[in-house]
């Protein structure tokens, strides 16, 4: 009775394991990969950043391919870090884009402009200059 119970658990079709490789290290940093016959691959590396200070981090960075019930490509990146989860492929849906907000104003304009509010004595348009006048 339990041959016939674990016969109904066999998958009918076995896909077989073309390439597999996985390395540990000594000081964590790993490394492993594999490819099976069904056009499956996965590769994924592993380390310690800034190890042994307070900045410490675990980082990973991997990729995976394979084809959709559907027969379309997938192809996945992602790393993994003290930044969170961040994931890349074409499948992935896509955040809405906000055309209200401005763009970012630029960090060397934005000191400018904080510079010019916090020394107003040094504008020079009130030397009887025309307003847009260069003033070295």
């Known amino acids: 009775m339990v041959a016939v119970t674990l016969a109904g658990t066999i998958p009918e079709k076995v896909i077989p394991i073309l390439r597999q490789e ?3 290290g000594i ?36 990729r995976v391919a394979y084809q959709s019930p559907e027969g379309i490509p997938i192809s996945l990146e992602y790393i993994a870090n003290e930044y969170g989860f961040q994931a890349k492929g074409d499948h ?11 763009p970012p104003i630029p960090p060397a304009i934005l000191r400018s402009l904080e510079y010019n509010a916090a020394h107003p004595e040094e504008h020079h348009t009130d030397q009887g200059q025309e307003q847009g006048q260069y003033i070295p």
């Open 27 to 62: 000081d964590g940093k790993y490394s492993s990969s594999f490819e099976t016959g069904n056009g499956i691959s996965a590769e994924e590396h592993g380390n310690l950043k800034n190890a042994g200070s307070e900045n410490a981090a675990e980082e990973v960075v991997g």
């Open 92 to 102: 992935l849906p896509v955040p809405p884009v906000d055309t209200n907000t401005p």
């Open 22 to 24: 996985s390395e540990v």
